[in-house]
């Protein structure tokens, strides 16, 4: 019997309208493919249909990329197989996967690896139920990004299927397009193109060799005055030794820290870590990632040495090493994030139109006292609640702001849009890692170039002519 591929939009279905973003789209149709020929049936169908498709992974994004604004719904995560392990010439361990393999799936099938030294993929979002493809389309890093950089540098290679049903397969480094005034990797078109150039059908991620030796730190900060100035002069110190990196720069407020503390009663995991004193007013958490102990140890000493010229107590701080405890204080840090999205989705309940309301700008050159004092002082000034947290390397900083009712939604947004035109004169990002999507839109296209969207626009009209995929996302159709 012929598998259905189809499936008519009903009530059982609906969660697919939505994803963290909380923004709620419309679609006549849904399918849930297991291969490449699925996917080409589905394509070929639609365009009969004259339906435009929008493609979705494990809807953990909080810009509403996956969201669709018409048409029909392409849900990848039935594509979850971990393919295989190869070598490449330089002597790389390269895994291919399906775009519905989630991180959790993929931390899972390394460690499965018979392979001399341990190895891992370092892009880690803190969501682990995201998937590849998800985590590919928006470029999405994680907290150790300050050390390991964008997801994109661990993508070397991917399979995609066109608008026009044609499926390539696109290698880092064998093809580049003039982008804007420059060349540009054509693999780095589809990685956070936000699904509107092709269907990621395939990735091809480069592995790297796993830190044999993971420390924590959380260092606590009565005066807020003082946690500013350790980062900005973290930010100005080149602390690291040959066996030892700094991996992680944490910033969390105490607002961020009383909403992690109110999830204790679900998050066992939570439950392990002690309760933060109340007279600290903001912590930084930070990972030092090596090869030799003695050299983490060494990074450790320097960090609690320059916390107490801070008038951080060192006594007071947390330190852990190893994976079991560094995953707690992962899930402290992940727990900022869902508390926020919690109290929106809380919200949306009683008021439909709500949405997230969380940034992701980022600033670098300015002094991190100044970009959080900013953001305090106009949140202040609006009468809203907040809470701040996020990676204090850059100032790439997320603001949520919690709502309590439609007039301060607006307002929130108001905000964000006052904060995305300075940053943009400044000539920091208005997005960062969490792509545009369509809830951003508005903002993204009245900060960004006009020559960088017009750029944008062209590559839309070069790989997908007739609009078929992710309409709404980024530019106007």
Not at 170 to 179: V, Y
Not at 444 to 458: C, G, H, M, N, S
Request: net charge negative; hydrophobic share 35%.
């Amino acid at each position: 019997m012929e598998r259905q591929l189809i499936y008519p939009m009903e009530e059982k279905y609906e969660e697919y309208l939505m994803d963290e973003s909380k923004m709620v789209g419309k679609a006549d149709s849904i399918s849930f493919p297991i291969n490449e020929e699925e996917i080409l049936e589905i394509i070929v169908k639609m365009k009969e249909r004259n339906m435009p498709i929008t493609v979705q992974g494990g809807k953990t994004g909080i810009s509403a990329c996956a969201v669709p604004s018409k048409g029909h719904i392409l849900n990848l995560s039935n594509m979850n197989q971990v393919k295989e392990f190869i070598k490449n010439d330089m002597g790389d361990t390269l895994l291919k996967v399906e775009p519905g393999v989630t991180l959790l799936e993929l931390k899972k099938a390394i460690r499965r690896l018979k392979n001399k030294e341990e190895l891992f993929w370092p892009p880690d979002p803190t969501e682990s139920s995201a998937t590849i493809g998800g985590i590919a389309s928006c470029g999405a890093k994680g907290i150790c990004s300050y050390l390991y950089g964008d997801s994109g540098k661990y993508i070397e290679g991917i399979r995609v299927i066109g608008s026009d049903g044609t499926v390539k397969e696109i290698k880092r480094g064998e093809t580049t397009i003039p982008f804007n005034g420059r060349e540009k990797d054509l693999i780095d078109i589809y990685l956070g193109g936000e699904g509107m150039f092709g269907i990621l059908t395939e990735l091809t991620l480069k592995l790297q060799p796993k830190p044999t030796d993971l420390w924590g730190i959380s260092f606590f900060f009565e005066n807020k005055e003082d946690v500013f100035a350790f980062v900005d002069n973290l930010m100005k110190e080149d602390i690291e030794d040959e066996g030892a990196s700094i991996a992680a720069v944490e910033y969390i407020d105490r607002a961020t820290i009383n909403r992690i503390q109110e999830r204790k009663e679900v998050m066992t995991k939570l439950k392990e870590l002690p309760d933060v004193d109340p007279q600290f007013s903001a912590m930084i958490y930070i990972e030092i990632h090596g090869k030799k102990e003695e050299s983490i140890e060494e990074v450790a000493e320097i960090l609690m040495e320059m916390a107490m010229d801070f008038n951080s107590d060192p006594d007071r701080a947390w330190a852990v090493s190893g994976d079991t405890d560094i995953e707690k204080m992962r899930v402290f840090r992940h727990a900022a994030a869902e508390s926020a999205n919690l109290f929106i989705e809380k919200m949306r309940q009683e008021i439909p139109c709500i949405t997230k309301l969380g940034t992701d700008m980022s600033l670098e050159g300015e002094n991190f006292g100044s970009v959080i004092r900013k953001y305090e002082s106009d949140i202040e000034k609006e009468e809203l609640k907040a809470c701040i947290f996020g990676h204090a390397c850059g100032n790439h900083i997320h603001v949520n702001i919690l709502p309590g009712n439609h007039e301060e939604y607006k307002k929130g947004w108001k905000l964000f849009e006052k904060w995305a035109k300075e940053i943009a004169e400044k000539k920091g990002k208005v997005v960062t890692e969490h792509g545009v999507g369509k809830l951003k839109k508005s903002m993204f296209l009245q900060t960004a170039p006009k020559d960088y969207i017009e750029a944008v626009k062209r590559l839309k009209d070069t790989y997908d002519s007739i609009r078929m995929f992710n309409p709404g996302n980024m530019i106007e159709e």
